[in-house]
């Protein structure tokens, strides 16, 4: 089932008239029903206040990194591991295929259920989280290797632990060192893209920022 915002009851009713008029088989009604909807998803969103836009940027339902590396890549495998402290879920590294282009993702993952939200850190990367993908971006250098960055976070985690071992170089870092790289580098915002946290994973070569549409995937 989706889940609705309250600024989407309208497109939320038209949606459910339109499966009614499908069980009756009143198919006139159905097209009727469809033009509705869409002039009333281009009402509803042309002009979102940046509240809603935000609580849009934080559907529960929208797709997070690791859907979008399933749904594209073929042929893959996770990178784990920062080669200094440990590995931070916060943040995925995955080499494979899309189509036939080898391609190296990187993205920060949120996680559904408590569960992987808390296994995630619900999307606030550790400082290993970032010398993770740095990692995983100076291999694809070094082959030649295209990196898709998926931008997905509140920002970066703020905790004592991460301060400790030096959040704010390993962004920085990052950012020195991304704008170092040869290979193509493309960013996508998926979700909400907060501070440092997306700055960190940023440095690219093109960015998309506008909001991809909603759907509904299952947990982790």
């Known amino acids: 089932m989706a889940t609705y915002l309250d600024f989407e009851q309208k497109i939320k009713q038209i949606q459910e008239d339109i499966v009614s008029a499908e069980v009756r088989h009143d198919m006139q009604a159905v097209e009727i029903l469809r033009k509705d909807l869409e002039k009333e998803v281009a009402k509803t969103y042309k002009n979102l206040s940046p ?15 690791r859907d979008y590396i399933n749904l594209l890549m ?61 990692r995983a971006a100076q291999m694809a250098e070094k ?12 920002g970066a985690y703020p905790g004592l632990g991460a301060e400790e071992r030096n959040q704010s170089e390993a962004i920085a870092r990052n950012l020195l060192e991304f704008s170092k790289l040869n290979t193509t580098t493309v960013s996508i915002v998926i979700g909400e893209g907060g501070s440092g946290g997306a700055l960190a994973i940023g ?3 093109k960015r998309y920022e506008k909001l991809v549409s909603v759907g509904a995937f299952s947990e982790e």
């Open 143 to 154: 082959f030649g290797i295209p990196i898709l960055m998926l931008i997905d976070t509140p």
């Open 51 to 65: 509240y809603q836009e935000l609580q849009l940027a934080r559907h529960m339902d929208r797709p997070y990194a």
């Open 203 to 205: 440095r690219l070569n």
């Open 74 to 134: 073929e042929d893959h495998y996770e990178i784990h591991g920062d080669r200094h402290f440990r590995d931070d879920p916060a943040i995925m590294c995955c080499l494979g295929y899309i189509g036939d282009q080898r391609t190296m993702i990187i993205g920060e993952q949120k996680g559904r259920g408590t569960k992987n939200k808390i296994k995630r850190n619900f999307g606030m990367p550790n400082p290993e989280g970032y010398r993770k993908a740095l």
